[in-house]
Nanobody, 117 residues
């Protein structure tokens, strides 16, 4: 089973930046050939896909974060990152990573991002 461990969240003022990290691991899991995504879930809202990156590093973004967030990956460290700049209060949520294809597996605990003055 694949496991995801997210980190890097915190409290930041509007306009600030954070860098999230997610390590993916599991037996017979090939991180290198798997697309990865960052999701977020705000209180009272459904989980939404924020950004994704394919195995060949093609990235996509939700309209709400385009130009502010950047997803990247390190295939040596089995890690996917989310650089978040110009943060807004509406970015407040728990952020999760997950793979874009594969058998269903448990979500990680996520990392809380709070944008507030």
């Amino acid at each position: 089973q694949v496991q995801f461990v997210e980190s890097g969240g915190g409290l930041v003022q509007p306009g600030g930046s954070l860098r999230l990290s997610c390590v993916a691991s599991g037996r017979r899991f090939s991180f290198t050939t798997t697309g990865m995504g960052w999701y977020r879930q705000a209180p009272g809202k459904q989980r939404e896909l924020v950004a994704s990156i394919s195995s060949i590093r093609t990235s996509t973004y939700a309209d709400s974060v385009k130009g502010r967030f950047t997803i990247s990956r390190d295939n040596v460290k089995n890690t996917v990152y989310l650089q978040m700049n110009s943060l807004k209060p509406e970015d407040t949520a728990v952020y999760y990573c997950y793979y874009m294809s594969g058998p269903p597996t448990s979500w990680g605990q996520g990392t809380q991002v709070t944008v507030s003055s």
